[in-house]
């Protein structure tokens, strides 16, 4: 009965030590593997075995990306400005070897990295481009850190800044320097906008002048138009008469002739059609040289006349 006690015992035992040789590495994992204290190998994702009693996992590393974030650094900047900056850094383990046997403690190695790494960079700036220039902070960290971690497997992806602390006063300061800058905008904007608005009005007090005098124009240029037009009718009207008072006269004088008329009676319906056709506004009437004659021979009749 003991016998089989103690081979049962035995079987269990043997069935421990062979379980515990076998291994499985998840996916993102490596295991770094160890015999009688010596670096053996690395094991990746799969099934492996090991040697009882011999062989060990010394290191079981997660290859995934990784993030720490480390408590806030006291700095001081360029112009002698004491503040204190929260980091994050996003790493990733890309040697397991390297990673178990580079440093004592990585994480610790890699804070106290990324505080030396941070002062340097913020000591050569001032307190305005620190808070203006945290892309250009993040990218000379991760260069930095990046070559630094690399004899340890760790890769370095970014570095970003998660929150600058400033001290009270220089807050204060910095908010009644916004505040004033707020107020400078403000009184520019309303000064553009009073200044704009004085413009338009100009403009549009400009251009009601400049239509009222184009209307006015336009006025003037009909009203002389229409005074043309007026002055060309009345004389169209005037010509008008007097060639109907003409063409009547001759009208009279041709049926006189046709009458049997002499030709004293009709060179005298001739001075009475000048006559007629002068209408009192000529200033100077033409008479034909028949007509002259006619009226010097009256003339002369009258005279003889007389001494009779």
């Known amino acids: ?10 079987l269990l035992i043997i ?12 996916q993102a994992h490596a295991y770094v593997v160890e015999r009688l204290g010596a670096y053996q190998g690395t ?3 799969g099934l492996h075995f090991k040697m009882p009693l011999i062989d060990k996992v010394a290191k079981r590393v997660i290859l995934k990306e990784q993030v720490v974030d480390f408590a806030p650094q006291p700095v001081i900047t360029k112009d002698n400005v004491t503040m204190r900056i929260d980091t994050v850094v996003f790493y990733q383990i890309t040697d397991p070897k390297l990673y178990a046997y580079g440093v004592e403690n990585p994480i610790m190695a890699i804070e106290n990295l990324t505080a030396t790494t941070l002062r340097n960079v913020i ?3 001032e307190l305005d481009e620190t808070l203006t220039s945290r892309e250009m902070i993040n ?16 890769k370095v992806n970014r570095v970003e800044i998660k929150n600058i602390i400033l001290p009270a006063d220089i807050q204060g300061a910095m908010e009644k320097q916004a505040k004033a800058e707020r107020e400078r905008r403000e009184s520019i904007l309303r000064a553009e906008g009073e200044k704009k608005s004085t413009i338009l009005v100009a403009e549009g007090n400009k251009e009601s002048a400049i239509l009222e005098a184009e209307a006015e124009k336009q006025s003037a240029i009909l009203r002389a138009e229409a005074q043309k037009e007026k002055m060309i009718r009345e004389a169209e009207g005037e010509a008008e008469a007097i060639l109907k008072v003409q063409q ?8 006189l002739k046709e009458a049997g008329a002499d030709e004293a009676v009709l060179h005298l319906k001739s001075l009475e059609a000048f ?31 007389s001494d009779k």
């Open 15 to 26: 069935i421990g030590i062979a379980a515990s040789c076998i291994k499985i590495v998840p």
């Open 123 to 125: 000591g050569e700036i």
């Open 43 to 45: 094991w990746s994702v």
């Open 275 to 305: 006559e007629k056709a002068a209408n009192g506004t000529a200033t100077k009437i033409i008479i034909p040289s028949e007509i002259q004659s006619l009226a010097g021979l009256a003339t002369s009749m009258k005279e003889v006349m």
């Open 1 to 10: 009965m003991g016998g089989l006690v103690s081979a049962v015992i035995l």
């Open 248 to 255: 009547a006269s001759a009208d009279g004088l041709r049926m």
């Open 139 to 154: 990218g000379r960290m991760s260069s930095s850190l990046d070559i630094a971690t690399d004899p340890w497997g760790i």
